[in-house]
């Protein structure tokens, strides 16, 4: 029985990032997946901002930027006519050292984050399939079958379905899967191609017959093109090829194709399960939330998915933190999803709807709204925001104790842009380190200095700057911030009581060896 302490069951961009982050912490992890080899051909595209944060904690952030393709702009199209032009650059400068959305394949995201974890000494067993599993209450036994036929068992602390929309681990643990799937059938192609939508922007086409969105892709002309095939050949049991999509409004934006270079359809759906814990097993990513592509949000949540989980199971193995911090990540992360499926559910009805007022509304509202908005520099600010997932919160979370004005506990640390530019300096570099930590913008008080040298709680004091003002922070609150860069605890009291007590309510302590 070769056992662990963290058994993932699928290697796909949640699964990795989760293992990721539970090795560089120091707990020991098994990856598993059933396919033989990482896919070569992708789907999710757009990696968020606030993922990048994540893999700025990771010391990957660079390396992904580099690899893949900035895009600082998005346009919106209606029957052939261009009415929307907004530049994500402006709407992101001052919230976020990454201040756009990045195009980088999943199938290329997946070989990149194998490789790192490779560096860390940890290789994706492959293929091997999660037969099963039985909860002893303290601990995990796995049943596995490997490549050639035979079974064998792996004894874990904690179990993380990573395993997709069919996941294994979701079917046994029997939470349910509720939600549906749309009517329309839709493709993905990569293509070569040339046009005005070819110029390494976001552009999104609506017309009476529906909707077309083209994402770039590094390379001249080339671009990911996602849009609605014939509703006659929805139901056609033959494989449908290339010349069967919908092309008004292709031939609307006068794309004229090179070459595809492949091209798959598929059925989108809307469905969160009804628990993403059950004793010691978890739901992450596609099996526990799968919805439309709007605002490409699925990777990043199933992301934001292995990061909320990653430091509270470190914590806990590691006897940091109280098991019941365990207790947090359902609701933190399922509160999220079911809003995201509600409002992306919203949006994807209002440009593939058939319907005569969704027609009214894509061909003749839009065009006259969404110019005026895209004007307004606040709805441009709360756009990138959401897009960017910066604007996720858990004020309502068990783990949010405090406010100060307009800070809550709960609330992601704002980002201050460093007087120097270089982001290397700024408030977050110290969240590298995964643990948690106090900031203290202004002046600590001398019992907060007390405290965290008793509790061995790295203390983080910043001179205080109108530009820390500016992006929320509140001058001497001490904030208790979590391993993932949320606020826990806001202490504005010169004697750190609040903190104090949250601390001995988590059961916080430091990590092993400071």
């Not at 029985?1 to 989760?18: Q, S, Y």
């Not at 995964?434 to 203390?459: E, M």
Request: aromatic share 8%.
């Amino acid at each position: 029985m070769n056992d662990c302490e963290v058994l993932i069951a699928g290697a796909g961009p949640t699964g990795l990032v989760l293992a990721l982050w539970l090795t560089r912490s120091g707990v020991r992890v098994r990856i598993i997946d059933k396919v033989a080899e990482p896919g070569t051909t992708s789907r999710a595209l757009g990696v968020q901002a606030r993922t990048l944060e994540f893999y700025r904690q990771l010391g990957i952030a660079e390396q992904v930027v580099d690899r893949g393709l900035k895009f600082a702009a998005a346009n919106l199209w209606v029957k052939g006519r261009q009415v929307g032009h907004v530049r994500f650059g402006d709407m992101g400068v001052g919230l976020s050292a990454y201040p756009y959305m990045l195009i980088f394949p999943q199938d290329e995201h997946e070989r990149f984050l194998i490789d790192r974890l490779a560096e860390l000494g940890v290789r994706v067993e492959r293929p091997t399939e999660l037969l099963g599993f039985e909860d002893r209450g303290d601990s995990i036994i796995a049943r596995l079958r490997h490549a050639d036929g035979t079974e064998t068992s792996c004894e874990a602390a904690y179990l993380a379905g990573c395993d997709g929309a069919r996941s294994i681990v979701r079917e046994q643990l029997a939470t349910g899967f509720p939600g549906g799937t749309y009517a329309h059938m839709f493709y993905v192609a990569d293509a070569e191609a040339r046009g005005p939508v070819m110029n390494h922007e976001l552009h999104v086409a609506l017309d009476e017959a529906g909707f077309l969105a083209v994402f770039p892709m590094k390379g001249d002309r080339h671009g990911r093109f996602i849009g609605t095939v014939k509703d006659s050949l929805v139901t056609a049991t033959r494989a449908l090829e290339w010349a069967d999509v919908s092309t008004q409004v292709i031939n609307r934006l006068g794309v004229k194709f090179e070459r595809i270079n492949w091209f798959s359809t598929y059925h989108v759906h809307h469905r969160v399960a009804a628990h993403f814990r059950v004793g010691r097993a978890f739901l992450l990513g596609d099996a526990a939330h799968i919805h439309s592509p709007v605002g490409a949000q699925g990777m990043n949540t199933g992301l934001g998915d292995a990061i909320n989980l990653a430091w509270k199971l470190a914590a806990v193995l590691q006897t940091r933190a109280s098991p019941h911090l365990l207790d947090t990540y359902e609701p933190e992360r399922i509160a999220f999803a079911k809003r995201l499926v509600a409002t992306t559910d919203r949006a994807f009805q209002l440009v593939t709807s058939d319907g005569a007022i969704a027609r009214w509304i894509r061909t003749r509202v839009v065009p006259r709204v969404m110019p005026a908005l895209f004007k307004l520099t606040a709805m441009r600010r709360l756009m990138f925001r959401t897009i960017s997932q910066t604007a996720i919160e858990y004020r309502h979370s068990a783990l949010s104790s405090g406010s100060a004005d307009t800070l809550h506990a709960g609330d992601r640390l704002p980002w201050v842009m460093p007087a120097q530019a270089a982001v290397a300096d700024d408030n977050y570099s110290p969240l590298r380190t995964l643990d948690w930590q106090v900031h203290v913008y202004g002046t600590p008080a001398k019992a907060i200095v007390d405290l965290c040298n008793a509790r061995g709680i790295a203390l983080h004091a910043f001179a205080w700057s109108d530009a820390m003002r500016t992006a929320g922070l509140v001058r001497d609150a001490a904030l208790l911030l979590r391993p993932d860069g949320y606020i826990g605890c806001v202490d504005c009291g010169a004697s750190g009581d609040a903190m104090s007590r949250y601390f001995d309510e988590w059961g916080l302590g430091p990590r092993p060896g400071r």
